[in-house]
Each structure stands twice: as C-alpha cells, then as structure tokens.
C-alpha cells in the first residue's frame, strides 16, 4: 500500500478571487489528462483532497476514472497566507523563501511551517489509516513539500519543493520507505525533473 501525493496542476490567477477558490487553467486542465493515465491510478482504494477549488478540481479527475468518492479534509490545505492576500509573482517566491527558510516564524503574518507541517502530516496519516489499497492525497506543492520533509526526516528547506505545478511522489505509510522525488505529470504519464535530494 502507497500514499500518492498529488498537487493540482496550474491554475488560473486571479487577483480579485481569493486564492483558495482559484480553478484551474486550461493547461491545468489537460495535464489532469496524464495525472489518470498513471499507472497505480487503478489500485487507488481511497482519495483525499484538500478543500481549495483547485484541489478538488483534480480529486475529480481521479474519482472520474475510478469511481471513487472523494473526501475532504480541511487540514489538507495549503499553508495560510491570508495575511497578505495575492503577491505579484517575485514577491510571492520572496516570501515562500522566507517560508521554508524560517520554519518556526511566522513571515509576514503567513501559518508557520512548523504548523502547516504537523497538520498535513496527521491529514495524511488519517488518509492512510484503515485503506484498502492505494491513497490518492491530493494537496498544494508548500504543504507537499513539508509533508515530504516529514516521511524524510529531514529540515524544512525548499530545496525539496515540487518542479512545477502538477506533480507527485509517494510513500510506503508503515515505513516511511520510497518517499520522493516529486514527478512533474507531463505527456507519456510524466516529465523528468531535477534531482530532489541530498
């Protein structure tokens, strides 16, 4: 039995809507297309998504082709950044650096590292719990990244963030076995990415 940790691919920005009820984009859209041609996406016995619009959007996907409900767990979203709302681009990945370079701060009003990390790893943990087969936990790439740091044992840095958006890794959920690289969804089921690791 695997955890499969997805983020949803990209989204369509906009400024005027809060960030959790952004949708996917067009290109969001059809990367979903490589997302269910994986392999293990048959074996999935359970599926998890995050409550963000986006989030869901992609669990859709998946529960599309496996007939599969899909639960929510608020603990699943992204780490909290309604302190400052939408941030142009350079100013964004600014405070995302900040983010996981200062893991017990909160930077800029943003949720701590710290506690968006021990809320996804008990989101993840009650997602595996009593499954069947395969879990399909669908997320967000900061809280994916912390959750991967977590199953590694290592220090929050973002060095182990995700390629792009749309990506995956997995994990044995026993042991912690297997954990990482993240895989960008891409054509023929997946995109090579840099090395993610020491």
Not at 16 to 29: I, Q
Not at 134 to 161: F, I, K, M, Q, S
Not at 187 to 198: H, L, Q, S, Y
Request: aromatic share 6%.
């Amino acid at each position: 039995m695997r955890v499969h940790v997805v983020t949803h691919p990209e989204v369509r920005v906009d400024p005027a809507v809060p960030v959790p009820e952004w949708g996917l984009s067009d290109a969001g859209r059809a990367r979903l297309a490589h997302l269910v041609a994986l392999p293990w996406v048959p074996d999935l016995a359970r599926i998890v998504s995050s409550a963000e619009h986006k989030a869901r959007e992609t669990a859709a996907a998946l529960a599309e082709v496996t007939g599969l409900p899909v639960g929510v767990d608020l603990e699943l979203g992204e780490n909290d950044r309604s302190a400052t709302g939408f941030l142009p681009p350079a100013e964004f990945e600014a405070t995302a650096d900040a983010f996981f370079a200062r893991p017990a701060e909160s930077v800029r009003g943003w949720e701590r590292a710290v506690d968006a990390q021990a809320r996804v790893v008990a989101a993840a943990a009650r997602a595996a719990a009593g499954a069947a087969g395969d879990v399909a936990v669908v997320c967000h790439g900061g809280v994916g990244t912390l959750l991967l740091c977590a199953v590694l044992g290592v220090p929050v840095d973002r060095r182990w963030d995700q390629p792009g958006q749309g990506s995956v890794w997995s994990y044995d959920p026993a042991t912690g076995r297997g954990a990482g690289p993240w895989t960008r969804l891409g054509p023929g089921g997946t995109e090579p990415v840099a090395t993610v690791g020491p």
